[in-house]
């Protein structure tokens, strides 16, 4: 299933962008709504990161762009914290009549707030995740307060909120002195997880705390330490993505998985910016990458180092069923294993690049009570391991472009 750039209309017949991404070799186990930070969009890494997070884990993520944001229709001036809940709202009647009624929210800062709020109307949702967010809306007022006296007087000004200029009106801030979370959090009946960086020079850590003194049980805490409001460090967006996909299938009514067809053993995606790649294997998920020296996120192994891991368990195991069948004590096997290119012979033709082969150097470390003619055979049968046939053999790679 690949992913979707989506529209749908807003209480007010206003267009909202969206992009839906979807698990890469199932059908989702659960759908996830995503709430962007304030005057941020649904394409900021941190956002990206985190839906791909919940994506290896079977879930499906709705991201959008609020009402005058992004690629959105409507004008920023005209809305407020109301409007980003009613947007959620719609955005969720949109999954529901197309795909499935959203069970899980994923609020960023002000979004963090929002979908707290929304979790009132929406009765399919069973957790909702927030990451710096305030437990009061009107804490987003002091990113424009040399504007607010201005805004007070003449009922708009326009104002710069992470150097970009934005209209704002007072009914923005009536609004939001208006929301109170307190209410909304003596009624929240879903399971609720609160991160929060300490460091969080925008929306204080404080605000954690109070969200969660506020709310009850089912209630989680984790902290982002380290990290600064907008997750701009890429490690921790993927550390929020893994630990809320993690956290949410506890309590997610998940149904048997179902596998896309046609079915292939491993699914592979790429998207967005980078090499950061989503890699499925049956129902067990892992991330590669490239390191950072090549322009990669070195968020997971490489594509050599891929083969030279398939390499080095097919050597184990081979080891331990042969042991096994011979009755041999076997307690312990390790292998290291490195790739490199290296010429055939001594360096020999060092100016035709064909010269050169693909070098896999192993080294096997064996524990048991066996004696030198067992380990000696064990080596022997090391190189008969189907992986080591199979990297020795002629390979064939049949290639269809899917229509």
């Known amino acids: 299933m690949p992913s979707h750039k989506i529209y749908f209309k807003n209480t007010t017949a206003e267009q909202l962008a969206a992009r839906l991404e979807l698990p890469v070799n199932q059908k989702p186990i659960a759908y996830a709504l995503f709430a ?9 890494t941190a956002v990206r990161n985190i839906s791909r997070s919940l994506n290896l884990n079977g879930i499906a993520v709705l991201r959008f762009d609020f009402t005058g944001l992004g ?7 005209d809305t407020n914290f109301s409007s980003n809940v009613q947007d959620l709202v719609s955005a969720a009647k949109f999954l529901e009549e197309n795909y499935q009624a959203p069970s899980l929210l994923v609020g960023h800062s002000l979004g963090g707030a929002a979908v707290i709020a929304a979790a009132e109307y929406l009765s399919s949702v069973k957790a909702v995740a927030t990451i710096g967010a305030p437990f009061d809306p009107s804490h987003v007022s002091h990113l424009f307060a040399a504007g607010i006296e201005e805004i007070k007087e003449e009922g708009i000004a326009n104002v710069q909120i992470g150097g ?7 009914q923005f ?8 979370l307190t209410t909304n959090l003596e009624n929240f009946n879903r399971a609720l997880l609160i991160m929060h960086s300490p460091q969080d020079m925008t929306v204080e850590v404080e605000n954690a705390a109070k969200i969660y003194s506020a709310a009850k049980h089912p209630k ?3 902290t982002l330490d380290g990290a600064d409001h907008l997750l701009t460090n890429k490690e921790d967006s993927q ?5 809320i996909g993690t956290w949410a299938k506890r309590y997610l009514d998940i149904q048997p998985k179902e596998i896309l067809k046609p079915e292939k053993t491993v699914a592979v995606r790429l998207a967005g910016e980078g090499y950061t790649t989503e890699v499925m294997v049956r129902h067990h998920h892992l991330t590669a990458d490239e390191p950072a020296s090549v322009g990669g996120n070195d968020f997971g192994p490489g594509p050599y180092e891929l083969v030279a891991a398939g390499l080095g368990a097919c050597t184990v195991m081979t080891l331990k069923m042969y042991a096994r069948r011979k009755k041999w004590d076997l307690q312990e096997v390790t292998v290291h294993l490195d790739h490199f290119k290296d010429y055939k012979e001594d360096a020999q033709n060092t100016d035709n690049p064909k010269s050169k082969i693909d070098y896999f150097h192993r080294i096997i470390d064996i524990k048991g009570n066996l004696d030198e003619k067992q380990i000696a055979r064990l080596l022997e049968v090391a190189d008969r391991c189907p992986v080591h046939r199979s990297l020795h053999s002629e390979v064939k790679t049949e290639t269809i472009l899917k229509h």
């Open 36 to 44: 962007h930070c304030f005057t941020c969009n649904k394409n900021l």
């Open 239 to 243: 550390y929020a993505g893994e630990v």
């Open 164 to 170: 970009r200029p934005f209209t704002v009106k007072k």
């Open 71 to 77: 690629e959105s229709e409507g004008d920023f001036a």
């Open 173 to 180: 801030l009536e609004d939001i002195k208006e929301a109170n």
């Open 220 to 222: 989680s805490f984790v």
